[in-house]
């Protein structure tokens, strides 16, 4: 039976990973390894949680002396990376959290991997990455694969700072492995300090929806199932060695992104057209704020057959109705440390 370790399980985009790969390969032990930051919740997979081949694991990947029992205890055939602090506007705030988790704790686990791979056959490292690594485009043009990095934000900039050092340890020590940079994410499970779980939660507590400068801003949005598909087919097909951009095709603007939310909103809670678009206030720029971010995905969906399943509008409403059947879920995350997150970022503004 093969044991694969994927860090970061608990958080938004691993827990979708585990969900499908404990389901689909019930031959394969799948580890979760993460450290339950605020990001991490265990309530992500309560569904899977006693399922034979599912086991989960507290710990922190800058922590190498737990790294170095973890790799000598299993015998681990693959990594799938997605542990990191994610969130732009919390790297603007502090840097060094970023610094630590996404480069020093990518490091730790590269190191971890080739110390106990002695027979490098059949083992596989699997980077997952940002679009954001490309800095920002102009009105026109695609990341491709070939699109030189420029990061921009410290977080940004450690996740560029990573991808180099996993193409570094294939270079140099013959380490197989993959990596894929992707774009905007969004479905459940969600932390609501990204912008469409933040602006679900304010509309629905009729708060102030805060849209940052003019709105102008365009991102690519994917629905983070579809993701997960991605990185599953990349994880059991990919060429190693190779970077593949994941992206939806499916750019919009800030406010034309909240104007549809604030729509479906109001119909699924039954409130008179226009009221949660009244919520709309732009806010204070974010520092450094790219302007636009597009992926250009010919790679993954010429080799490896991808492409999206899901328009944005359904993609967007199925994601609305999780938010608002799982509601427990949302105080749950948005009590406590929060509540002074929220203050710090927004009430100032
Ligand atoms: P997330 O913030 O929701 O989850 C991150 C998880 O990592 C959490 O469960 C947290 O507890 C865990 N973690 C953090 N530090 C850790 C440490 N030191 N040791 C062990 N575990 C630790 O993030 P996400 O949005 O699910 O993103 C997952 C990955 O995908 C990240 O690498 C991110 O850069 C990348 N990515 C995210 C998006 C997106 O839109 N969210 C898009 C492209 C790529
Ligand atoms: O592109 C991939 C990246 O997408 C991932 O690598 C990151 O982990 C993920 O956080 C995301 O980064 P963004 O900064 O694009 O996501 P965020 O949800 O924070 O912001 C989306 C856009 O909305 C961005 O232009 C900033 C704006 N925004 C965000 C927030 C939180 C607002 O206008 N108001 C807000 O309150």
């Known amino acids: 039976m093969k044991t694969i370790l994927i860090t970061g399980g608990a958080g938004f985009i691993g827990s979708h990973v585990i969900r499908r790969m404990v389901n689909l390969s019930p031959d394969t032990r799948i580890l979760n390894l ?21 086991q989960f694991i507290r710990g922190d990947i800058t922590d190498t002396a737990f790294l170095e029992k973890l790799f000598g205890d299993e015998e681990i055939d693959g990594v799938i990376h997605l542990a990191a602090e994610s969130h732009v506007d919390r790297s603007i705030a502090d840097p060094m959290a970023f610094i630590n988790t996404n480069i020093i704790g990518t490091v ?5 991997c080739r110390r106990s791979w002695k027979d490098m056959n059949g083992k596989l490292f699997y980077h997952i990455s940002t679009d954001e690594v490309y800095g920002s485009l ?42 894929s940079n992707c774009s905007n994410n969004y479905g459940p499970n969600q932390f609501p300090e990204k912008l469409i779980p933040l602006a679900i939660h304010n509309i ?7 849209v940052y400068g003019k709105g102008e801003n365009i991102r690519d949005w994917l629905y983070v199932e579809d993701h997960a598909s991605a990185i599953e087919l990349i994880f059991q ?3 190693h060695g190779r970077t593949y951009n994941i992206g939806g095709l499916n750019e919009w603007t800030n406010i034309d992104l909240i104007r549809l939310l604030c729509q479906i909103m109001d ?30 995905s010919t790679r993954i969906e ?20 999780w938010y608002l059947k799982h509601k427990a879920w949302m105080e749950n995350v948005t009590s406590g440390a929060y509540q ?8 100032e503004r």
């Open 138 to 179: 102009g009105k026109d043009g695609l990341f491709t694969e070939e699109t030189a990095y420029d990061p921009r934000s410290p977080y940004s900039a450690s996740k560029a700072s990573s991808d180099h050092l996993v193409r570094a340890y294939h270079h140099t020590y013959g380490l197989p492995v993959v990596l």
């Open 302 to 321: 010429k080799e490896l057959n991808w492409k999206p399943s899901l328009t944005f509008e359904r993609g967007l409403a199925l994601t609305v109705d």
């Open 108 to 112: 730790n686990l590269l190191n971890s």
């Open 267 to 296: 119909e699924r809670l039954e409130r008179v057209p226009g009221t949660s678009e009244k919520l709309i206030t732009f806010v204070k720029d974010r520092a450094g704020h790219d302007l636009r971010y597009a992926i250009d």
């Open 34 to 54: 993460d450290q339950l930051t605020y990001a991490g919740n265990l309530e992500n997979l309560k569904d899977i949680e006693n399922l034979p081949n599912y």
């Open 340 to 347: 002074s997150y929220y203050k710090t970022q927004y009430e």
């Open 237 to 239: 097909k990919g060429v």
């Open 204 to 210: 629905l507590h009729m708060k102030p929806i805060p």
